[in-house]
């Protein structure tokens, strides 16, 4: 079976401050991808990033980076220079080669301080 | 924004009766997924379609149907309404359903069950 696990339910950081969200995940599927996903209060989710399993380097979008340790079946999510409009819930979810469907966490909400 | 549209935004509907939520997919998508969102939850994977055929299927009972069209929006239709069906239902586009294919979503409606 597939799982997410997100142990951070809510985050409060200073504005400009980096801050690291954590995802572990558990699959035996010997391919799968990982992606973050933005969901503000209005509702949609937002794509942010995106890693695979065999991918050798990291992942970053712009200020985004993802710090994929395999070994350790973590893939935690990295704002730096956090602005207030990133405050918002943050979604870390799996897609596993044995099925069609994307595996989500429970989310961690995030509020940024000015 | 995403290109994916839903339709309606919010909806109030009495226990017992049926509901059909609609999704635009992007353009040149032709893979629409479905998800529950319960509040202070992460999404769940209630079907994919591709090329207008259901092609995988979450742990959810057959009152949930759904149906893609050739322009490839969809449909998700659910019956005998019951009051734990409130929730947000998130549509997801994507070209394929490949692992690495992220998926942009709607704007999403949420039901409110009576």
């Known amino acids: 079976a597939q799982k997410i696990t997100q142990t951070q339910p809510g985050m409060f950081v200073q504005e400009k401050e980096a801050v690291t969200l954590d995802c572990t995940y558990d699959?035996?599927?010997?391919?799968?991808?990982l992606f973050w996903y933005k969901q503000p209060s209005s509702g949609e989710m937002i794509f942010l990033i995106y890693?695979?399993?065999?991918d050798q380097q990291n992942a970053t979008e712009g200020r985004y980076s993802l710090n994929f340790q395999k070994a350790r079946k973590s893939a935690n999510l990295v704002i730096s220079a956090s602005q207030l409009g990133d405050s918002a819930m943050y979604f870390c979810?799996?897609?596993?080669?044995?099925?069609?469907?994307?595996?989500w966490g429970a989310g961690t909400k995030l509020i940024i301080k000015p | 924004e995403t290109g994916v549209t839903q339709s309606p935004t919010h909806l109030i509907k009495t226990r017992g009766q049926q509901v059909t939520l609609r999704c635009s997919s992007q353009?040149?998508?032709?893979?629409v997924s479905w998800y529950q969102q319960a509040l202070g939850q992460g999404p769940q994977f209630i079907f994919q379609?591709?090329?207008?055929?259901?092609?995988g299927r979450g742990n959810f009972p057959p009152r949930f149907s759904g149906l893609q069209f050739p322009n490839y929006s969809s449909e998700l239709n659910v019956n005998a309404l019951e009051l734990d069906d409130s929730a947000l239902y998130l549509c997801?586009?994507?070209?394929?359903?490949?692992?690495?294919?992220?998926?942009?979503f709607g704007q999403g409606t949420r039901l409110t069950v009576v």
């Open positions: 979810a799996m897609r596993g080669d044995s099925n069609y469907q994307l595996i």
């Open positions: 379609y591709y090329r207008e055929e259901e092609n």
């Open positions: 890693q695979g399993s065999y």
């Open positions: 997801a586009s994507s070209g394929t359903g490949d692992l690495n294919t992220e998926a942009f």
């Open positions: 699959t035996s599927d010997p391919s799968y991808g």
């Open positions: 353009s040149g998508h032709n893979t």
